[in-house]
């Protein structure tokens, strides 16, 4: 395993059992799924606890069949005291709403968490309760941290609570924060328009991601109104340090997994397309999983399948002065279960890229 020492050079203090113990509630979603098969690889990390509340009682590789031979637990119900005595750290991969009801008890008895529902992305009550409903908590928000490392590294090294950022606001915000921070982009004209696989819905049966309601088909959905609309608002606006309003639409692509979001802005100075790859290389250049592309140069979501990586390709249309930005990301991975694991290895001290550098291919 590894020898313990955090990214700054400094020991780490353990207990007589080396490994952090970690928890996954709602294991056997789409990103449930994507958390086993990370933290079964990462060398500081034994899972102990793996909750599934349809499948309890059966074992893990019995209900995903990939994960024979590499993991032995049973799958249970959800119980606040078994995450509590069991977990030192617990992803919660429930839904909205839900998660917030279990998550401030876990917090109270010393448990950290990783939540990749929505309830603990905002500092405002107020705005989560007009896109989702009231919120349960809120005296908990204050002590969150949004869980986007190249944005909040130091508070996430800090924090014992992290609201995973959502899969369409992680590719557009890594798009956008270069050109809100440097200045370089009207703030009253950000358009961004994402496309995704259809894992993003979840892996609920539902009629619009049937295979024969998306196949052979893409279509706009939540027009005007998709509920990660605020998360981008409320980070780009704390950068900017004014109200930044963005129109967003998200598609539904006939894939299973991958966000490409194309960003248009207008800018404030004048750039062409290589003079803007190299702010972008400069401000990402010490990022372990944010890749610039050459000049010229855009992502495809096949490029960034299974990784944690965000690629980005930048270019300037000279013909109506317009900035261009093209990032894509898995939306299973950096937009949601590699990114929990990232923010995991900065709470415990570690090097943020401990079990995400070399994972194994996905079919």
């Known amino acids: 395993m590894a020898d313990g020492v955090r990214a700054d050079g400094r020991s780490i203090q353990r207990d007589s059992d080396p490994m952090i113990k970690a ?34 009682g059966k074992k893990v590789a019995e209900v995903l069949p990939s994960l024979s031979g590499a993991c032995d637990l049973s799958l249970e119900n959800l119980s606040d005291s078994q ?6 750290v617990a992803f919660c991969c429930l839904p909205h709403k839900e998660a917030m009801t279990h998550i401030p008890t876990w917090i109270r008895k010393g448990t950290k968490v990783v939540d990749l529902s929505a309830d603990f992305r905002f500092r405002s009550p107020a705005i989560y309760e ?22 909040h590294r130091d508070e996430i090294k800090k924090s014992t609570l992290i609201g995973n950022p959502g899969c369409y606001p992680t590719g557009a915000l890594l798009g956008l924060i270069p050109l809100v921070r440097e200045k370089a982009i009207s703030l009253e004209d950000i358009i961004i328009d994402s496309k ?14 049937l295979y024969s309601e998306v196949n052979e088909s893409v279509h706009a959905y939540k027009v005007g109104c998709h509920r990660h609309t605020p998360e981008i608002e409320q980070e780009l606006s704390e950068v900017a340090g004014q109200k ?11 894939m299973d997994r991958g966000i490409l979001s194309t960003i248009y802005a207008k800018g404030l100075r004048k750039l062409d397309s290589k003079s803007l790859t190299r702010l972008f290389s400069e ?29 980005i390709g930048v270019a300037v249309d000279p013909r109506s002065d317009r900035i261009v930005v093209v990032s894509a990301i898995d939306n299973l991975m950096k937009g949601a279960a590699s990114q929990a694991v990232q923010n995991m290895n900065l709470m415990y001290g570690l090097d943020e890229r401990l079990g995400l550098n070399q994972l194994p291919l996905v079919p």
């Open 130 to 151: 007009e896109w989702y409903q009231k919120h349960a908590a809120p005296d908990l928000l204050p002590e969150s941290v949004y869980g986007l490392p190249e944005l």
């Open 196 to 209: 995704s696989g259809v894992t993003g819905a979840g892996r609920s049966p539902e009629l619009e991601s």
């Open 244 to 254: 930044v309003t963005v129109t967003f639409t998200p598609h539904l692509v006939p």
């Open 283 to 311: 401000f990402y250049k010490k990022e372990p999983f944010v890749k610039v592309l050459p000049a010229g140069q855009f992502p495809k979501t096949k490029e960034v399948r299974g990784t944690n990586n965000c690629l």
């Open 23 to 56: 928890g996954i509630v709602g294991a056997t979603g789409y990103t449930g799924i994507e958390l086993l098969r990370i933290l079964l690889r990462h060398p500081d990390v034994r899972i102990t606890l793996a909750t599934s509340e349809k499948f309890a």
């Open 83 to 88: 995450v509590i005595k069991n977990c030192m």
